[in-house]
């Protein structure tokens, strides 16, 4: 079992900049994969970016260049560092982690909601 929590949400104005974190709790040693999804009103969750094998990252395309998916291994904790937001950014931001052992098992946490304004 993996948990996530994630935190750092708000409000912020356009062009400006924010940074999520995720504390992750549980058998960390088993997460194969972990990165951040985003959710918008009537859109089906997407990637914004993952860390893949070892420190491999995927980025979506409108992530590239704005936005920088980091971590803390010492302190358990992932980041989000988005900069140049736009209002299409707004979302709410989940932090999640993949185990695959025997069997998939995709985590998540509770989420935490960004909204941009022009």
């Known amino acids: 079992q993996v948990q996530l929590v994630e935190s750092g949400g708000g409000l912020v104005q356009a062009g400006g900049s924010l940074t999520l974190t995720c504390l992750i709790s549980?058998?960390?040693?088993?997460?194969?994969?972990m990165g951040w999804y985003r959710q918008s009103p009537g859109n089906e969750r997407e990637l914004v970016g993952i860390?893949?094998?070892?420190?491999?990252?995927t980025y979506s395309d409108s992530a590239k260049g704005r936005f920088a998916v980091t971590r803390n291994n010492d302190k358990n904790t992932m980041y989000l560092q988005m900069h140049n937001l736009k209002p299409e950014d707004t979302a709410v931001y989940y932090c999640?982690?993949?185990?695959?052992?025997?069997?998939?098992?995709?985590?998540w946490g509770q989420g935490t909601q960004v909204t941009v304004s022009s």
């Open positions: 999640a982690a993949v185990v695959i052992s025997g069997t998939f098992s995709q985590y």
């Open positions: 860390f893949t094998s070892g420190n491999s990252i």
């Open positions: 549980g058998s960390i040693s088993s997460i194969n994969a």
